[in-house]
DNA sequence: TTGCTGACTACTGTCTACAATCTACAACCG
DNA sequence: CGGTTGTAGATTGTAGACAGTAGTCAGCAA
């Protein structure tokens, strides 16, 4: 069982405000207002700031204060393009190895069915992308795995405003089990195929249903950060 | 330029000091010590460890310490796996572009030429892998970016390992001409075998290279670990 | 009226001190 | 003699306070 401190509850609490959109984007995150608010000194919540820059859900600028990270079309398109390119190599490294066990994938797959619908919107979330985080750990490349990490916080507030939009259709799971049956027989280039089509269609939607004004916020944010820089 | 303040010293002089070697795998990093040895105060120091955690160079375990990360054959092997796969990506991005500069790639070859030899070795390595970097960069996707640099760190401990030993043949600038002209010459697929064959051929002598005892410290590192978490 | 300069305010950066917890060693009991 | 438990030392976690800097607003001059 992990431990629990003050500053990992604080990444927990901010995560969660970011990525349910609580906190907007580029809002300024002044350290004094939220200690209080949190009940905790400043210390760990700079520390919990720190953590929050690697996920990239905001921005430490030195001397000037902690930022809500901006949301774009570009930066979302780029977030799929990664982590289509993370796993389709966690495919590659899978069909090299011996009898890897696809337990776990079929696993995350019933629990997505059982629990659907029954969560919160970024629990949600997490149980739907579990198909996809497994994918990523049975290559047992703890690299691969750091990397397709780092994008799960962002890839989240995308995917929860997504999911937040009236008309949202949720309902991809029969790509998964096709891909997870092109793995078990084998065939992966197929499941490289079906994969990748799976998130294009996945990142159409989001695109189609991105209001313009989150573009707009990320605009401002690179305005913002360019005058620090010079 | 950036606002430099006692984190930021911090980070950079425990990295050197930590992809030198001078701090061995597995070492503790005693709070109080440190920040005596730095002449800095605790907080900071702990922001500090935070975000050498990030890089990978480091582990933090709540209310046991921070501890050098171990290094293993497994480990460099996993890297250059990922850092393959991302430099491959940066060319496939790059060869959907329309005309792209290639300008920052040739000066990071002139930068390698005049420089090599001609600094320590962390600063070698540095500019050695600037043509990687700029690889990268040149995709412009700032979450390859992220990835990249992610690893870099701890690429950094390997490769400065194998520079220090004696009889290494860092003379893979040719290698990187070909890949280039093959860029410049919209092969693109023939870019990515060559990249593909470099890395691979790197691997292979830093592999032949490593001392058996950081695979050994790398799994001491890990029953640590293990015992902690229980 | 606009632009510049000064001071003030408020925030971040850092430090010191205290509290909580873990580890190691020693003593005691089985 | 070995295992277990308790205590002491050390080390991490957190809080609160102070110093320095950046941003803002007002006043004055052109």
Not at 127 to 138: A, D, G, K, P
Request: proline share 4%; net charge neutral; glycine share 6%.
């Amino acid at each position: 069982m992990d431990i629990i401190g003050v500053t990992e509850s604080a990444v927990r609490r901010i995560r969660e405000e970011i990525i349910t959109g609580r906190l907007a984007p580029t809002t300024r995150l002044h350290e004094t207002d939220i200690s209080e608010r949190f009940g905790i000194s400043r210390p760990p919540l700079r520390e919990a700031f720190r953590l929050l820059g690697n996920e990239k859900l905001v921005e430490f600028v030195p001397r000037r204060g902690t930022f809500v990270a901006g949301m774009s079309l570009e930066d979302g398109d780029q977030i799929y393009r990664v982590r289509q390119m993370l796993e389709c190599t966690a495919i590659d490294i899978l069909s090299q190895q011996d009898a890897p066990s696809f337990e776990p994938l079929r696993g995350a797959l019933t629990e997505a069915q059982e629990l659907s619908g029954k969560l919160s919107v970024i629990d949600n979330f997490y149980v739907m992308s579990r198909f996809h985080v497994r994918l990523i750990e049975t290559a047992g490349n703890c690299w691969l795995m750091s990397c397709h990490q780092n994008l799960q916080s962002c890839l989240a507030r995308y995917q929860v405003m997504y999911l937040n939009m009236p008309g949202s259709t949720p309902r991809s799971l029969d790509e998964h089990v096709t891909i997870l049956s092109c793995l078990e027989n084998g065939r992966h280039a197929e499941a490289k195929q079906h994969l990748t089509a799976h998130l294009e269609r996945t990142r159409q939607c989001l695109r189609d249903a991105m209001p313009f004004g989150s573009a707009e916020a990320g605009r401002r944010e690179n305005k913002r950060r360019e005058g620090s820089q010079g």
